[in-house]
């Protein structure tokens, strides 16, 4: 069984910064691709960013500039660093992994609370 469990989100006012980390763990193979999606009540879940294993970025225009995801292989860890938060930027953050295990498959953490506001 595979578990995502993350951490890191919270209150901050507008231009400010929060880091939020996302650890895979269980019988984990290999991870190929781990990201942040992000979701407002009653809307789809939306990708923020995005990054293979072997480190290759990709972000959705409206963070680029401001968010930097990064991962630590050793530790099956994946972080999202945002900075210059606006309060568009608020929602609940998910992170996601494709992963193996004894098949290949995608995996979600239970979400994380940013709020931007003053």
């Known amino acids: 069984q595979v578990q995502l469990v993350e951490s890191g989100g919270g209150l901050v006012q507008p231009g400010g910064s929060l880091r939020l980390s996302c650890a895979a763990s269980?019988?984990?193979?290999?991870?190929?691709?781990m990201g942040w999606y992000r979701q407002d009540p009653g809307k789809q879940r939306d990708l923020v960013a995005r990054?293979?294993?072997?480190?290759?970025?990709d972000y959705v225009d409206s963070v680029k500039g401001r968010f930097t995801i990064s991962r630590d292989n050793a530790k099956n860890t994946v972080y999202l660093q945002m900075n210059n938060l606006k309060p568009e930027d608020t929602a609940v953050y998910y992170c996601?992994?494709?992963?193996?295990?004894?098949?290949?498959?995608?995996?979600w953490g239970q979400g994380t609370q940013v709020t931007v506001s003053s």
């Open positions: 990054i293979a294993s072997g480190g290759r970025a």
């Open positions: 996601n992994a494709e992963l193996l295990t004894s098949y290949r498959g995608r995996y």
């Open positions: 269980g019988s984990i193979v290999s991870i190929y691709v």
